[in-house]
Structures are given as C-alpha cells and as structure tokens.
C-alpha cells in the first residue's frame, strides 16, 4: 500500500465539534477539564438508510478549558445523562442510558481514567445510569432507573437512589458493581427531555468557548465543488451553504431539519436541494409535518428561486446532461408514485415513469458521473424482492420515458442473498462504460463481518471485476479512473486501484488527534477531495495515491 491524505484546510470548524450536540456538561476547575456528553444523529435519512448499521453516535470528549483543545473522545453505547469529577483522583463517573422503547432501561455506569484514558463500564449487566455524584472519596451516590417497567408502575417518572462503595475508583473492574448494590431507596426523579437537555448544553459551552451564537453543527450530507473555488454543502439544519476560496463562510441558508442532496445545474448559477420534512410537530391536537421540498437556490446569494412542493419525500437522481429524476420515497406497495423527471433547464417536472415501490434499506442508489439515470427496482407486489439495476431512458424509442433492466443488483445468482444497495459511480470510456458501487449483503442478525462491499462491474452485462469486502457499511464514494475513495461509518478511508480494487492505502479518519467519521466526500480534481463530516465539518484534503505502483 502506498499513498496519503493530508488536510490543508478545514470548514466550519468550532470548539467541541466532536462530541455533535450536547445531552450533558461538567466542569473542574482544578484540572482545568470539562467533560462533555453527546449525540452526532443518526445517519439515515429518507431517502437512504444504508449507512447506519453498526453506527454508535453518542460520544464523551474530556476538553482543556484552556484552549478548549479536545484530550481525548470515545464512543457511548447509550446516550449520556451525567457527570461527576472525583473530588482527589483523575477519575470521572459517567451516567449513561435510555429506555429501550417498549420495556428495558438499559445503560452503564462508566469510570473514566483521565491519565490513562481508560473506560471501564462497572455495573454488571445494563442499567440506566440517570444521575452520577461523589459524597466522599470512596462514596458515589447514583440514581438508576428500574431494570424495565413492567414491575414498576412509576418506572418513567422514578429512580432508585443507591450509594455504591469502593476503596478505590481508579482501579475498578468491569462489571464489579452487582445489581444488588443498586437497591436504594424510589425516589421520585425527572428525566429531562433531549431538547432542554441540549438547550442547557449549548448555553454550557457557548459560555465555555466565549461566544453566545455558539451551537453545534451537525451531519455534512452532501459537499461539492464549484468551478470557483468554492465548496457548496448542504447539511442537518442548513439547506445550503457555501464557502469562499479562502475558506470563509459566503452565505448559509438555515432551515429547522436542512438540505440532504445537491444536484448542481448547468452553468453552476443555481442547484436543486432535497429538503428533509420529517419532523413531527403539534398544531393543536394534531400532528403535523410542513411540505415535503425541494428548492432551486442561487449559488451567488442563497436566495431560494423555486421551489417544488411534492406530496412525498423524495430522492434525487441525476445524469450528466442534467436531467432529474425525484423519486418518492414514501413506502406504499400498492400505489407508489411515479418517479417525476426535470429537463436539464426545466423548472418543474414534465414527465413521469412508474419505478414501483422504495424503502429506505433496500433501494437507496445514489450514482454519480452517470450517462444514465440509474435505480434500484424490485418486483411489483414486494418491491424489495430480486431487485435489478435499471435505466430510465426520458424520451424511450417511442418519445416515452421507458424503464430497461440492465442486470440483477446480485451479481452470485447461486447466493440466493438479499442485497442492499449504496452509493456508486460510473467510469469507463465511451465504448466501455462500468459502475462501481457500495452495497451490503443482508442478514437478520444484522451486517456480519465482510458483508458490506464495493463492486465494479460491467454495465452491459453486470459481471463483477472485482469486489472488496469490508466489515462496515460505506457512507460515501467517489473517484474517477485510476482511484475510488470509500468512506466508511467506522471513520475508515480507503482507497481502491480502479482497475482492480487493489487497496493504495487506508486511513482512520483523524483531526487534531481525534477520529472522525466521513459522510460525503467529492473528488473535485485530481489530488483533491472534499469531505463532509458527521460533525459537521468539511475537509479539504489532498491524496497522493501513488498511481504508478
């Protein structure tokens, strides 16, 4: 293996970017530490889900209140409820946990080691740890939730207050700390919803970094380069936004739930944006969701020239002439939408063609640098079933949209598997055109090790050239002749000999010493890659990919 990356810039770059949007602070004075919970979402949207197997997105990061330098980051399996800095030793107790949805309170109790940064989960067996505080040295008074709330009637609105013993809290073992220990006295105790929990967070940390506008941002959904200079993104709470050249913010169009996909139009003066509305509010005694968008804005100021208003979400699907192609994504077997197609310089839809049903899972498919309009089509009555790629020819032989199969999305007709598919790319010379795409191989205990894939195959037939195997699932790719890039939810980078999928080099993901996990990336030029993090920030790398070796 041989080759780089190196980060020359980073945009949007802020204090305690690591740890996304905060569910619970702590600080300490004496050592000059503040400890930090938090959520970086979920990476699913709805129009893709194919990323978010095996995802954990609730970090710890422990900062310098100093330089507000982030010292170390690790993962939490549950959200992050409290915190409480021993009063002598380099140790801070972490509560974690949440209801399962439909009966369990699972969580851990965690013993930091600030000099080792080691994490040890004490309790034995899962448990909501909903309050953490230090009475003495060797005391820790904790308030648990029950183990389910089956036996308790006021499980969601009491706790048991327990007070847990050891000589010493820097050397405690896994899963020493006996359920029995955890008997205390039912108290009554408030769970504090996410959103005040992060309200009170941000105010926590905008005090912290100096600066009252101070809030996090969230996933980088979609990143591109303009011919300019400048970096187009969309994001979790920004529909659009663009950077100048010299890395300052040009313009920011915010929006409650924020853009998800890019589809820049010819001449570069405007791009289309899919705009998330998922979000569920109250309107009296109703339950309500504002109108599913998609939005033409300027890429000179972010002024929203149009805008599509659409009975359904939908996912966007381009070719490299300019035709569109909106597919809904709203899951109905019997009667799904047709997929609507937008002319190169059209403005609204002007022809439609049935694509049968989508789900989020199974017909995800986004392609880049494609000739043709590509998607995922399974049968009619079980759209997830013997799915085949197809192409939707706008004007057929006969001037009809026409959808022609091109071969099944399963390349081993003996595996009788069921495949997800991911993003992808095509490449290749005019005469001998080939995709390369992500994708996973179902099972019911959900993604097993080497289970996820990249593949290039032909376009004329669908036959494998090479496949590569990994054990997480692929949230971006790009790349062009000699080199594909593959992000991973694990925070890997890897990249791939495009003639044989030989691998150059891989990567963990890192800034300033702590990983991060890549969500879209675009090869802008040769040696240049724009990557938008789950955090919210987009890094402007070079790669040497050593293509002579």
């Known amino acids: 293996m041989s080759g780089s990356l190196t980060i020359s810039r980073i945009l949007g770059d802020h204090p305690f ?63 992050v409820l409290s915190f409480a800095f021993h009063p002598t030793l380099p140790v801070v107790a972490v509560g974690t946990g949440a209801y399962d949805g439909g009966y369990f309170f699972e969580g851990e109790l965690l013993i930091l080691d600030l000099e080792s940064e080691r994490s040890t989960s004490v309790i034995h067996g899962a448990r909501e740890v909903l309050h953490v505080g230090w009475e003495s040295e060797r005391t820790l008074r904790v308030v648990v939730a029950p183990p389910d709330d089956y036996d308790f009637d ?49 105010e926590s940390l905008a005090g912290l970094a100096g600066n009252l506008w101070w809030e996090p941002r969230r996933q980088v959904w979609d990143v591109q380069g303009l011919r300019d200079g400048r970096v187009l993104a969309c994001s979790d709470g920004v529909l659009a936004e663009t950077w100048l050249p010299d890395g300052r913010l040009e313009w920011r169009v915010p929006d409650e739930e924020g853009g998800r996909q890019l589809a820049v139009r010819a001449g570069q003066r405007d791009a289309w944006v899919n705009v998330e509305r998922r979000r569920v509010r109250w309107v009296g005694r109703e339950q ?24 359904t979400s939908v996912a966007l699907t381009t070719r490299d002439d300019g035709w569109l192609a909106l597919r809904s994504t709203a899951w109905d077997r019997r009667h799904p939408e047709p997929a609507a197609l937008i002319r190169p310089a059209g403005e609204a839809p002007e022809v439609r063609v049935p694509l049968g049903g989508f789900d989020l899972f199974n017909h995800a498919f986004p392609i880049r640098h494609c000739r043709q309009l590509l998607f995922l089509q399974g049968k009619e009555r079980e759209p997830w079933r013997d799915k085949w790629v197809v192409a939707v020819d706008p004007a057929g032989p006969d001037g009809e949209p026409s959808v022609r199969q091109l071969f099944p999305l399963d390349w081993d007709a003996k595996r009788a598997g069921h495949l997800f598919g991911g993003p992808g790319i095509e490449i290749g010379s005019a005469e001998n055109r080939d995709l390369v795409h992500a994708g996973a191989v179902h099972d019911g205990a959900g993604l097993l090790p080497g289970n996820a894939f990249v593949i290039r195959r032909s376009l004329g037939d669908g036959a494998a050239r090479w496949v590569f195997t990994a054990d997480f699932p692929a949230t971006a790719l790009d790349g ?70």
């Open 17 to 79: 970017a690591e740890i996304g949007t905060p569910s619970a602070v702590a600080s300490n004075k004496e050592r000059g530490l503040v400890a930090v919970g938090g959520d970086l979402g979920c990476l699913q949207w709805s129009g893709c889900g194919t990323a978010k197997d095996q995802w954990r997105p609730y970090r710890v990061g422990i900062y310098d209140t100093g330089d507000l330098r982030c010292r170390w980051v690790l993962e939490s399996r549950w959200p």
């Open 154 to 202: 006021e499980a969601h609105t009491h706790g048991f207050a327990a007070v847990v013993e050891r000589s010493d809290w820097s050397d405690v073992a896994p899963g020493s700390v006996r359920q029995e220990e955890l008997r205390g006295q039912w108290v009554e105790f408030e769970r504090p919803r996410m959103e005040a929990a992060a309200d009170r967070g941000i």
């Open 288 to 311: 309500v969701t504002e109108p599913q968008l998609v939005a033409r804005v300027s890429l000179e100021d972010g002024r929203v020239l149009d805008s599509l208003r659409l009975d």
């Open 480 to 549: 062009d002749d000699d080199t594909v890039y593959v992000a991973f939810n694990s925070g890997e980078l890897v990249a791939l000999r495009t003639s044989d999928g030989a691998v150059r080099w891989r990567q963990q993901l890192e800034v300033g010493g702590q990983p991060v996990v890549p969500l879209s990336l675009t090869l802008t030029e040769a040696g240049r890659l724009l990557i938008g993090t789950v955090d919210g920030r987009i890094l402007d790398c070079s790669v040497a990919d050593s293509a002579g070796q």
